[in-house]
């Protein structure tokens, strides 16, 4: 009686456990620390969670700064002091694969800022919980912020990888696609973000409208729009983008140049907010300065005598947008278009990314580019005047107009990633920074054509057989 | 009637608690008494079971009535129990075939009733308090009621114990002359009938003892006999753990290292896998420093994986042991550090934190055993591959209750300092650095331009440790019982202090409960223990040893108001931490019970329930005075955490016995089922506003969390199974195999099949060795060849998962980035080993040879895949077909060199010879992470080093190899030129007792290579760091020719030269050591003295560890190398008395 209990006991114990030691017993709850994917995906707040990450990270890795500087560097905008290896060699237009590829940290975070937006655009694809508004929104700004990956890629290496999903074993091997190509991903992605987008800014909801300008609406997408189709001699394209931009109303360039860069200011198109935790934006508190440059990698570059030079008499923006620091017996001028630095007590700026200002010159140069004389002019003096200075009066033959409204762009958009692409594109670059007085001999380096594209990590050409590297290093 | 019962010590101390609660349960509820037994035995958990048969001595002779015709035994049996308060226990199957009885009685007593119907029925009875036990009746022997020679059959009586009193139940008794024999019950005891009067040889056998023939007299129908059985000293035949099965040295098919508790306890050590240094073959154990709980660690057989966890799988008495200390990696454990990550540890770090086996208690230990080959690990499966160390504690033994008592108390001390330079020396050395630099002391140089006392000398070593540490050890336990159930009690405390300034200790209680039960018939067996440990750890946030190389003109320590002095800002104090304190307290609880029931002869059903939980509890706390300057609330710090690590386990088994032709089968299956869970968080308050405040975590204007929280959940399930043959203990073989399922690995990737085949052969049972070759009484060849796996990952890689960004925020809201690029197609490492032995016993077994050769690869490693950054990330888990090989060669030679009946001498000698090689890795010149670390056809213990090429005599300049003639020296230079490993170590152990003296000692011995001190030092003439004397005469002018380079005391080509010296071959060489690793001397009290004293195993005694190193190592410590706390050298005295 006893061993059939014990029997029964443990036969059916045994039973119990031999049933459910199949797959199920070792499958694990989700760990609580971290969100499994799919979870992230099936309801609209860790979502928009996923989505925002890259903004932040935007913000941490420096990405708007570091693009505004290395550039700013390597062309003729800023006089480096800084003695790290990479500073000088950007300086000198001698970058090394080896030394220098991976401090720039320009291609790892793009690349992963795409892997990010793919799986997002995959996961929205399949996710059955993030409703459609939302879908919607994060679709586009996903798409958006591919667009403005790829933008900066393909300007600053030439042809790329173009990635658009995200398994790794095919990304691996993946060699180079061509620039045009590139660009008409990047066209696509911008017009279907364009269409995906929200017409007014919107809040941490996706869909309640708020007065931040830090999130792209379908008006960013169109800017950057309007600015890939001229980068592509697209002009009458790029034309009527930049109109449908510059006659929404919701944007207007401030008169005061101070309050061009404020927070939500009404020339933003989109703007990153800086972390909580910090009061002023990656540009201010790298830029300005409170003693001599320094060696180290911030604060440690002025306004090149170029740069500096280039402004013409009566510009405000050279006092409005260039701040001075003096030790009694050397002034040395630095980039203040951000006001803010480690004194700030409250916030006042975010970083800028797209601005109204840009797409009045945009349209300017489509115009001229087609022969629009009168159009060109028109948007031109728009921003000359907003600087203090008379209408354009020079001649209007197309390469006059051309030159100046490209010595324009100079003085408007410097330390904002635009002169070094803008003498790629324009193919001025051999010519402005080549020659025995060109700008790469003033900074004591000596120009290769080669310099305009920046290596690629070696570690990606070791890793992938059918990547190569750009030439020249 | 008589009842055979014996009052056992178990009744006489039945005032003890346990059977005391059986005899209120009974009175609690006499009429249910029946139900709780039977739910007791069924359910089995209670192991008051055990007690309840021991409590009533006396049986009131309950009367009833039965009327039954031709009725079969089984309803005679229910009948009864349902009249009755009894029950019958009995195997069904002794009751096939037996006669249908006929039952007429009244008023008759229950034993009646049974004599009656079991007569002629070859059963018998007996009761046992309230229970029947009905077995099968043995013809020609054991007891019957009526007691022995009181029939008037003549017949020899007598009762067989082991040499402790145990007694032996199955002994068997052959009386060969008249062809009679007889086993003994489960009391020892055994009769013979019809043995007529006479002189006879009895001889009486039982497994693991040496057999005894004795004489006995039967006179008047009556003879007596006694016997006490030795148990075999050969060790051979001593019982080896091997996880889920027992075997014996013997016979053995694989290779397992056994070190009994009685060795651990003879060494003032309170983590027990310190006590295993030196005495384990293969087994290799570094002490990352030697303060008290500091972790180590621990290798079998060498470095199986490049980048995953290379510790053994411990388990404790059946239960998985975490070998991770649980000390939280985002604030660390002060002194004793981080506990490293996988890849930290395989690059050459020391294991940090503290250890979690100092939560274990040594006294508490019956055995360890460390499983080394594939026959002894491939039952573990995926968890198999670095090797097990099996934890066995302690069981209670049958006979009188006793008391015992463990007391010692010692001091301990470092013995090796580094020989520094004296305050003359020092500023000699400054001074020339200057000259060297041609500048002079700026107003930084606060050692020589006069802002310190430049008379002053300290020995800072002195200082920092050079002070006594206390060690006090408290262990009682009570054990007893009798031959059905056993139980330990025992209970300790022990606290350690430091050799540092300051008040710091590692105390620790425990208490440990074991009980064991067998029923009457041997059927059921249960063991029951539970273990508890609280330890609390008070260390300084930093080891003072890192601040021995202080300018010795250095300050004073103490202002004249008796406060730290900082001599206005330019000393850095180096008592400071003792404002700074790390605490952690941990609460360990172990549990298991183990269940066995014979269902047939030979088959076994089983089951082990096993839980282990261990919290720590830690706050890292610095008060104002840790830092120089008045107090501000952000001087006060108070960092704490809690962690949380719990597993259970369930492994239903059934095991399957019997003889098949001339070999016996064994056969074992069962399964596994384990969970663990852990979770830690850590937090930091800063802000106080006074330091009597710190504790209060509320009183603090800042809190946040430092790091992120972890919490992770294992699953693990398996199936394993064993078949072992052994034809006439002479043909041996071992199969083992499991399926093992992990939760750690992906949908498609989680189980796994594991095996391994053990094969032995005893040739000296050979006829022809035996008539050959006379001497060798013992030989046996082995092999082993199988597969195991290391599963020793992250737990939730290969999901695809989100984690928050550092804790940022966009619009308001924590945002979410993907974490890894999960791949779930990855799989465990696996490990192939193959392993070949030879062991040889000569002269009875009183030397015996052992030598053992293994091959091991580990292929399928979990390195990572590099991934060019377009994918968004730079490496995927993956397996990478890279391989790893370990060879060895272990040698162990145990010699009785003496034996006499006052004298015995043992000597045991183990050596281990071991090899690692990258045998390969594809893909490794391009693998960012490994390509400067590893060389193929290298061990994984190389590092890349300058090659010293010597002193430049027109500089004064070090000189290296420039191999790619760049005209520079970096990493491209770099030469994978020395090993940091052991190149063989071993032990050896003598034993000598002379009557009651007994003494033990260890020589441990390593020859290796390690760091030395330049890995620390930084170049001679940096301001207020004082260095070897080895730097002194240094190179001073152009020409000269000089061993060491000139000093210097700026940065430039001398510190960028001594800067590079620093990690060229120079700096690595001879670490190898003799160590007097442990000597234990005790004297037991004469028999005579303890009996009239009514004492027993009473002893004094002397115990010492690391009583002296004998090395030519250029450094502290051979062993913790670099500037940690050296191993401490600890002399104890204690006592041991026993009631």
Redesign the interface.
């Known amino acids: 009686m006893k061993t059939k209990c014990f029997l029964y006991f443990f036969g059916g114990y045994l039973f119990i456990l031999g049933l459910a030691g199949c797959k199920k017993e070792v499958q694990v709850g989700v760990p609580i620390t971290q969100l499994v994917t799919n979870t992230v995906f099936s309801n609209d707040n860790t979502a928009t969670a996923a989505a925002l990450s890259v903004y932040s990270q935007m913000i941490t890795n420096t990405v708007p700064w570091n693009l505004h500087r290395i550039t700013a560097i390597s062309s003729d905008e800023l006089t480096n002091y800084g003695k790290d290896q990479t500073s000088l060699d950007l300086y000198t237009n001698a970058l090394s694969a080896q030394v220098d590829a991976a401090s720039i940290n320009v291609w790892t975070s793009m690349y992963s800022y795409v892997y990010q937006t793919n799986s997002i655009l995959e996961n929205l694809r399949i996710s059955r919980g993030v409703s459609s508004r939302v879908k919607q929104q994060l679709n586009g700004e996903s798409l958006f912020l591919r667009a403005y990956s790829y933008f900066y890629l393909v300007n600053l290496y030439g042809d790329v990888p173009l990635v658009t999903s995200t398994d790794y074993k095919v990304n691996a091997t993946l060699p180079r696609t061509p620039k045009t190509q590139v660009y008409q991903q990047i066209i696509s992605d911008l017009k279907m973000a364009r269409d995906s987008l929200s017409t007014s800014f919107v809040d941490a909801t996706d869909t309640a409208i708020t007065t931040d300008h830090i999130r792209p609406t379908t008006w960013a997408a169109t800017a950057l729009l309007a600015r890939v189709y001229l980068y592509s001699g697209n002009y009458d394209s790029a034309e009527l983008q930049a109109s449908t931009v510059i006659n929404n109303t919701m944007f207007q360039l401030p008169t005061d140049l101070t309050k061009v860069f404020l927070m939500n200011s009404p020339e933003a198109i989109w703007q990153l907010a800086d972390d909580a935790y910090s009061l002023w934006t990656a540009d201010g508190a790298n830029f300005i300065l409170h003693a001599p440059p320094s060696s180290s990698f911030v604060n440690n570059a002025t306004i090149s005598p170029q740069l500096f030079n280039a402004f013409e008499t009566g510009d405000r923006r050279k006092t409005a947008w260039i701040g001075s620091y003096t030790d009694g017996n050397n002034t040395w001028y630095f980039p203040y278009k951000y006001k803010d630095d480690y004194n700030a007590t409250a916030i006042n700026e975010y970083t800028m990314l797209l601005r109204l200002g840009e797409q009045y010159l945009i349209r300017a140069e489509a115009r001229a580019q087609q022969g629009n004389v009168a159009g060109a002019l028109a948007d031109l003096n728009s921003i000359r005047n907003r600087a203090g200075l008379a209408n354009y009066s020079g001649m209007t033959d197309e390469a006059s107009l051309l030159f100046a409204i490209a010595h324009e762009r100079q003085v408007e958009l410097f330390t904002e990633c635009d002169r070094w692409i803008d003498l790629k594109r324009t193919k001025n670059i051999d010519a402005v920074m080549g020659g025995p007085t060109g700008v790469c001999v003033t900074k004591g380096g000596t120009w290769t054509t080669n310099q305009q594209l920046y290596p690629l990590l070696p570690a990606d050409i070791l890793n992938n057989s059918n990547l190569i590297q750009n030439s020249g290093y | 009637m008589k009842i055979f019962y014996n009052a056992s010590a178990m009744q006489r101390a039945s005032g003890t608690l346990m059977s005391s609660l059986a005899q209120a349960m009974q009175k609690f509820h006499p009429n249910t008494t029946k139900t709780l037994i ?1 739910g007791v ?4 958990v209670f192991i008051l079971i055990t007690c309840l048969q021991v409590s009533a001595k006396t049986t009131n002779a309950q009367k009833l009535s039965i009327s039954m015709k031709n009725g079969s035994l ?1 309803k005679l049996f ?1 009948e009864i129990e349902k009249k009755t308060t009894y029950v ?5 199957a002794i009751l096939k075939g037996t006669r249908p009885v006929t039952v007429e009685v009244k008023d008759a007593t229950v034993e009646d009733i049974l004599q009656t119907s079991l007569k002629g029925q070859s059963l018998e009875f007996s009761i046992h308090d309230r229970t029947i036990f009905v077995k099968r009746g043995e013809k020609s022997a054991t007891l019957a009621p009526g007691g022995p020679g009181k029939g008037g059959t003549p017949s020899v009586t007598g009762v067989v114990k082991s040499e402790s009193g145990t007694p032996l139940i199955g002994a068997s008794v052959v009386i060969k002359k008249l062809k009679k024999s007889g086993m003994t019950n489960e009391n020892g005891e055994f009769v013979l009938r019809d043995v007529p009067d006479g002189e006879y040889e009895v001889e009486i056998s039982y497994v693991g003892y040496e057999t005894r023939t004795t004489t006995v007299v039967v006179e008047n129908q009556e003879g007596r006999v006694v016997a006490d059985l030795k148990q075999f000293h050969s060790q051979l035949d001593e019982t080896v753990v091997k996880g889920y099965y027992t075997t014996t040295n013997r016979l053995n098919t694989g290779n397992v290292t056994k070190i009994k508790g009685e060795d651990i306890q003879k060494q003032p050590v309170s983590d027990p896998i310190l006590a295993l240094e030196g005495r384990v073959p293969g087994l290799d154990i570094q002490q990352s420093s030697g303060i008290p709980g500091a972790n180590m660690t621990v290798r079998v057989r060498g470095q199986n994986s490049i980048a995953n966890g290379n510790d053994p799988l411990y388990i404790v008495d059946g239960v998985p042991f975490s070998s991770v200390s649980l000390t939280n990696n985002n604030i660390g454990g002060g002194a004793v550090g981080y506990p490293s990550s996988y890849a930290a540890l395989n690059s050459g770090q020391s294991q940090g934190g503290l250890s979690p086996f100092n939560n274990i208690n040594p006294a508490d230990i019956e055995s360890i055993e460390v499983l080394k080959d594939a026959d002894a690990t491939a039952i573990y499966g995926s968890r198999g591959a670095n090797g097990v160390i099996l934890i066995t504690t302690k069981k209670g033994k049958a006979g009188d209750t006793k008391f015992l008592a463990n007391v010692y108390s010692g001091e301990g001390a470092v013995t090796r300092r580094m020989h520094l330079l004296n305050t003359q020396e020092y500023l000699q050395v400054r001074h020339q650095a200057f000259i060297n630099d041609g500048q002079t002391p700026t107003p930084d140089d606060v050692d020589i331009n006069g802002t310190w006392d430049t008379t002053r000398y300290t020995d800072w070593q002195k200082v920092l440790f050079g002070g006594t540490a206390k060690f006090t050890n408290a262990q009682v336990s009570l054990s007893g019982g009798n031959a059905n159930t056993q139980f330990i009690l025992g209970s300790g405390y022990s606290r350690q202090t430091t050799v540092f300034p300051g008040n710091y200790s590692d105390a620790k209680a425990s208490v440990y409960l074991n009980v064991t039960h067998a029923s009457i018939n041997q059927k ?1 067996h249960t063991t029951a223990s539970a273990g508890y440990v609280n330890d609390n750890n008070i260390i300084p946030q930093a080891d003072f040893t890192t601040s021995l190389n202080l300018a010795p003109d250095a300050p004073p320590l103490y202002d004249a108001n008796g406060n730290l002095n900082w001599q206005n800002g330019t000393f850095s104090n180096p008592l400071a931490p003792t404002f700074r304190n790390a605490r952690a307290k941990t609460n360990t609880l172990n549990g298991s019970l183990n269940l066995s ?1 014979e ?1 047939f002869r030979g088959l076994q ?1 089983k ?1 082990s329930f096993g839980y282990t939980t261990m919290q720590m509890n830690q706050t890292n706390q610095q008060f104002a005075a840790a830092a120089y300057g008045p107090p501000n609330p952000f001087s006060r710090k108070n960092q704490f955490a809690t962690s949380n690590f719990n597993t259970w386990i ?1 492994e ?1 088994q059934l095991e399957y016995s019997r003889k098949i032709s001339h070999g016996n089968l064994d056969v074992l299956i069962g ?1 596994t ?1 384990q969970q663990n869970n852990q979770n830690s968080i850590a937090q930091t308050a800063i802000g106080f506003a006074s330091d009597a405040l710190i504790p209060n975590v509320t009183a603090a204007s800042y809190l946040y969390a430092s790091g ?10 398996a ?1 394993f199974g064993r078949i072992n043959y052994n034809w006439e203990e002479k043909y041996l073989v071992n199969i083992t195999a499991r399926r093992d ?3 750690r690995f992906g ?1 498609d990737r ?2 796994g099949n594991f095996g391994a085949v053990g094969a032995g052969w005893i040739f000296s049972k050979e006829k022809f060795m035996e008539h050959s070759v006379p001497f060798l009484s013992f030989g046996k060849l082995r092999a082993s060849y199988g597969s195991t796996g290391n599963d020793q990952i992250g ?2 890689q290969f ?5 928050s ?2 804790g ?12 890894i ?3 779930p197609h990855f799989g465990w490492e696996l490990v192939k080993k193959l392993e070949g032995g030879l062991e040889l016993g000569f002269l009875k077994d009183r030397i015996l040879f052992t030598a053992s050769y293994y091959h091991n690869r580990t292929g399928n490693q979990l390195v990572g895949q ?9 490496i ?1 888990q993956a397996n990478l077909p890279a391989v790893v090989q370990n060879t060895g060669t272990e040698i162990v030679l145990n010699t009785v060199n003496i034996q006499t009946k006052n004298f015995t001498w043992n000597t045991s000698i183990n050596l281990s010879i071991p090899r690692n090689k990258l045998v390969s890795f594809p893909g490794l010149a ?1 693998n ?1 992470n490994y390509k400067l670390t590893y060389a193929i056809g290298k061990p994984l213990y190389v590092r890349p080093l300058y090659h010293y090429t010597g002193l430049d005599k027109q500089t004064g300049l070090y000189t290296f190899d420039d191999v790619n003639h760049d005209g520079l020296i970096d990493y491209r230079d770099a030469g994978f030129l020395k090993q940091v490993a052991k190149n063989y170590f071993g032990g050896i152990q003598n034993s000598l007792s002379f009557k009651g003296w007994r003494l033990d000692f260890l020589v441990q011995f390593i020859k290796q290579t390690a760091p030395n001190y330049l890995t620390n030092f930084r170049f001679p003439g940096i301001n207020g760091q004082n260095q070897p004397v080895a730097v002194l005469g240094a190179w001073q002018k152009p020409g000269e020719n000089a061993g060491i380079q000139k000093y210097t005391q700026t940065g430039g080509d001398a510190a960028t030269a001594y800067g590079n010296y620093g990690v060229s071959d120079a700096s690595i060489s001879d670490a190898s050591f003799i160590r007097l690793k442990n000597v234990s001397l005790s004297y037991s009290l004469p028999d005579g003295w303890q009996r009239k004293l009514h004492l027993q195993s009473t002893r004094l005694y002397i115990q010492a560890q690391n009583l002296f190193t004998i090395t030519s190592y250029l450094g502290l410590d051979p062993e913790t190398q670099g500037w940690a706390l050296p191993p401490l050298r600890m002399i104890t005295g204690g006592i041991q008395v026993g009631l």
């Open positions: 039977l035995k069924l359910a089995a089984e229910s019958f226990f009995y195997d069904a059921f029931y269902l059903l089951s369930i239903p399964t089922h992120s929280a972890q919490a992770s959940e294992y699953h693990y399930v199936f399922g992990s939760s949908p989680q189980f737990d939730y999901l695809s998962t989100y984690s960004y550092y940022t925020s966009y619009q308001g809201v924590s945002t979410l980035y993907p974490t690029l999960a791949n590099v991934l060019p950054y377009t994918t968004g990330f730079n995927v391009d960012p």
